[in-house]
């Protein structure tokens, strides 16, 4: 494994896979607060792929159970491209999110590039294990997982989008802070189908740091690097306002969240983290976004897959 690598920053700011707009803001927001300079102080070497045009949520009448699909595809495959070629260049990938079927392009991106078996922590209050029919608002957001799986009544043209259908097995998913109270019966129904191995949200609420250990844990008897994939979601939207997703009293705090993140982000065999579902329009005021932009870096400073700027 070569470890000691490049930070390469790609931006994909797109709602179109949301429930509403808000989620397209978040890496100009993440930008705006600073933080490339703040991965710059941390002595961490950089490469800034920029940010993809815009694409701001709108109805998708057409396609009511799947919507804008064609524009999440076309989005997927361009995030899925530029973090291909980051992967083939030896570099580990930050994806700013946009939401969360920007992840799927992440994942496409690293199983078409690593000759090494990928594993997924999927970081998320929710699974997203739906499929069009199971559920009638058609966000494809929270579909993701489904898709990457390659789950049955999934939308064929967003399954067969990377390099190897289904893109993951089941054994190369944990699924992490999953909150099962927050779980559709479909949800349910394929984690226990699919036997997924899940940390659940009182676990990681209990004790963050051996929640994620456990996490590493399993992922390092089945693959060989590892993508993280934070849905934001998972933190209580009264604790710390961040998400697309304002599930209150509900999912871990602001702390313990990044207690666990900072664990996942410090395992030798990190290949990459996507960040999710953040919507600027949702934060107390500035500071919030400034403050989570500098715990991120925090956690990317210990990483030992990132080389250090002057090393």
């Not at 002595?43 to 800034?48: C, M, Q, T």
């Not at 456990?214 to 604790?239: K, L, P, S, T």
């Amino acid at each position: 494994m070569s470890l000691g690598k490049t930070l390469a920053v790609i931006g994909v700011p797109t709602s179109a896979g949301a429930f509403a707009p808000g989620q397209e803001q978040a890496p100009s927001s993440l930008r705006e607060a600073g933080l490339m300079r703040l991965l710059a102080g941390a002595g961490i070497a950089l490469r800034d792929d920029g940010d993809r045009a815009v694409w701001r949520w709108r109805p998708d009448r057409e396609n009511r159970r799947a919507q804008n699909l064609d524009v999440v595809i076309d989005i997927v495959r361009d995030t899925a491209r530029r973090v291909a070629a980051a992967v083939a260049a030896g570099e580990t990938t930050l994806v700013l999110g946009g939401d969360c079927t920007v992840g799927i392009g992440t994942v496409a991106g690293h199983v078409a590039s690593s000759r090494e078996r990928i594993g997924l922590i999927y970081f998320d209050s929710h699974a997203d294990l739906n499929v069009p029919s199971s559920v009638h608002e058609g966000a494809l957001d929270w579909m993701g997982l489904a898709h990457m799986l390659g789950e049955d009544e999934a939308a064929p043209e967003l399954v067969g989008v990377g390099s190897r259908v289904p893109l993951l097995e089941s054994d190369q998913v944990v699924v992490f802070g999953w909150g099962p109270d927050q779980a559709t019966p479909f949800e349910r129904a394929a984690i226990e189908r699919r036997q997924l191995a899940v940390v659940a949200v009182d676990q990681v609420a209990a004790d963050p740091e051996a929640a994620a250990l456990e996490a590493r844990r399993v992922m390092a008897e089945r693959c060989d690097r590892i993508v993280v994939h934070f849905d934001v979601d998972v933190i209580d939207f009264i604790d710390t306002p961040l998400s697309e997703n304002w599930g209150r009293n509900e999912g871990v705090t602001y702390a313990q969240a990044l207690r666990a993140l900072h664990v996942l982000l410090a395992d030798p065999a990190l290949a990459g983290l996507t960040i999710t579902e953040l919507n600027p329009d949702h934060t107390e005021d500035e500071s919030t976004i400034k403050r989570f932009t500098q715990a991120i870096v925090d956690g990317l400073a210990r990483a030992p897959t990132i080389r250090r700027s002057d090393s």
